[in-house]
Antibody, heavy 123, light 107 residues
Framework: QVQLVESGGGVVQPGRSLRLSCAAS????????MHWVRQAPGKGLEWMTI????????YYADSVKGRFTISRDDSKSTLYLQMNSLRVEDTAVYYC????????????????WGQGTLVTVSS | DIQMTQSPSSLSASVGDRVTITCRAS??????LNWYQHGPGKAPKLLIY???SLQSGVPSRFSGSGSGTDFTLTISSLEPEDFAAYYC?????????FGGGTRVEIK
């Protein structure tokens, strides 16, 4: 069955970097666009970024543009999120999600999600 | 950006109750509206996509309706496992946006 497993979270100081990973299994990873979504403590879900199935295009929420970079390694069926210049307000659980039914990042839905990894930005 | 407004933000209900959650978009999004259930410490789960299509494996007590700017998620008869947070999401245009969530609690 489809499985997404995030890792790489932890406690980091403001201004530092962290890289999250999302290991995919149970499906042909290279056929799907992938997203990162986060949830800050006590808050709702916030979409962060998408990478197209072929890696040709990437889009970001304004809140992370220029600081976060999404990438993928299809040979390892793994999605990444490189987070630089971290801020206290980036503290959240980060989820990866698989996109289905859409076209170039819109008009679809997220049919599989990971359990999330917690990132805490604190001095 | 398209703003998604959910109401209520929380509700208390009993097992067997009928529950309705609404979601309003700041502009027309056709039927590009999805609903997710999110339990504490769990992965979010897709319930409804394209406003009214039931995701495979999701119980038929869940249903969705609406188009344009106004949408509804209905749980016909609450089960104990349904106590969770529910989020709508528009995928009409980027950036994709979620509603603020509705927490369904046990009365």
């Amino acid at each position: 069955q489809v499985q997404l497993v995030e890792s790489g979270g932890g406690v980091v100081q403001p201004g530092r970097s962290l890289r999250l990973s999302c290991a995919a299994s149970g499906f042909t990873f290279s056929h799907y666009g992938m997203h990162w979504v986060r949830q800050a403590p006590g808050k709702g879900l916030e979409w962060m970024t998408i990478i197209f199935y072929d890696g040709s295009e990437k889009y970001y929420a304004d809140s992370v543009k220029g600081r976060f970079t999404i990438s993928r390694d299809d040979s390892k069926s793994t999605l990444y999120l490189q987070m630089n210049s971290l801020r206290v307000e980036d503290t959240a659980v980060y989820y990866c999600a698989r996109e289905a039914g859409g076209d170039r990042g819109v008009r679809g839905y997220f049919d599989s999600w990971g359990q999330g990894t917690l990132v805490t930005v604190s001095s | 950006d398209i703003q998604m407004t959910q109401s209520p933000s929380s509700l208390s209900a009993s097992v067997g109750d009928r529950v309705t959650i609404t979601c309003r978009a700041s502009q027309s999004i056709s039927t590009y509206l999805n609903w997710y259930q999110h339990g504490p410490g769990k992965a979010p789960k897709l319930l409804i996509y394209a406003a009214s299509s039931l995701q495979s494996g999701v119980p038929s007590r869940f249903s969705g309706s609406g188009s344009g700017t106004d949408f509804t998620l209905t749980i016909s008869s609450l089960e104990p496992e349904d106590f969770a947070a529910y989020y709508c999401q528009q995928t009409y245009s980027s950036p994709l946006t979620f509603g603020g969530g509705t927490r369904v609690e046990i009365k």
